[in-house]
């Protein structure tokens, strides 16, 4: 299975803040990679498809980076409803895989 | 708009089967562009694939559940189906189902079920 870590677990911020998250696979997976935000009690919700691409109605502060092993999510500027956890997945290999998530709160 | 929404027994004693159902309204589950998913996610933890179905009825399941999986599809229904086997507390988690594009990201999810293991 293909392994995903991220970094930080979690981390504190203020609104307004660049908030930024990375996502590393243990092996090339090219482009494949979703990001997710998922608020406490509520299913995921798909933000960022194939690294780079945003969904469509997802806020443009919201970007994400990356090929191969190494993968960045970014949040421009930290608004009070991008509070939530989110997860990058791999879609490379079979099984899916997730990362462990990286929690966002306010400082 | 396509809605998914999971149903089934919430609670499940050691060693049975956990049996649930995803209904699909606002879609046909038999387009051959989307693949439909489990996945489940344990109390304070993260998410876990559980496996998919296409249309065609081809399934894949995660190995780390072994061969207590079976994944299916009810045309007639428009529904398809997750039969878990032999569970165990670590079981206990939060169901849901989702839909992918082909084998992309998953685009559209249900609210989950939460499903408990007891012994």
């Known amino acids: 299975d293909i392994q995903m870590t991220q970094s930080p677990s979690s981390l504190s911020a203020s609104v307004g803040d660049r908030v930024t998250i990375t996502c590393q696979a243990s092996?090339?997976?090219?482009?494949?990679l979703n990001w997710y935000q998922q608020k406490p009690g509520k299913a995921p919700k798909l933000l960022i498809h194939?690294?780079?691409n945003l969904e469509i109605g997802v806020p443009s502060r919201f970007s994400g980076s990356g090929s191969g092993t190494d993968f960045t999510f970014t949040i421009s500027s930290l608004q009070p409803e991008d509070i939530a956890t989110y997860y990058c997945?791999?879609?490379?290999?079979?099984?899916?895989?997730f990362g462990p998530g990286t929690k966002v709160d306010f400082k | 708009q396509l809605q998914l929404r999971e149903s089934g027994s919430g609670l499940v004693k050691s060693s049975q089967t956990l049996s649930l159902t995803c209904a699909v309204s606002?879609?046909?589950?038999?387009?051959?562009?989307?693949?439909w998913s489990w996945v489940r996610q344990p109390p304070g933890k993260g998410l876990e694939w559980i496996g998919y179905?296409?249309?065609?009825?081809?399934?894949y399941s995660n190995p780390s559940l072994k061969s207590r999986v079976t994944i299916s599809l009810d045309r007639s229904k428009n529904q398809f189906s997750l039969k878990l086997t032999s569970v165990t507390a670590a079981d206990t988690a939060v169901y849901y189902c989702?839909?992918?594009?082909?084998?992309?990201?998953?685009?559209?999810w249900g609210q989950g079920t939460m499903v408990t293991v007891s012994s």
């Open positions: 194939d690294a780079s």
């Open positions: 092996q090339d997976i090219s482009n494949y």
């Open positions: 179905i296409f249309h065609s009825g081809h399934t």
């Open positions: 606002g879609g046909s589950i038999s387009s051959g562009a989307y693949s």
């Open positions: 997945q791999q879609y490379d290999n079979l099984p899916f895989t």
């Open positions: 989702a839909r992918s594009r082909g084998v992309s990201g998953f685009d559209i």
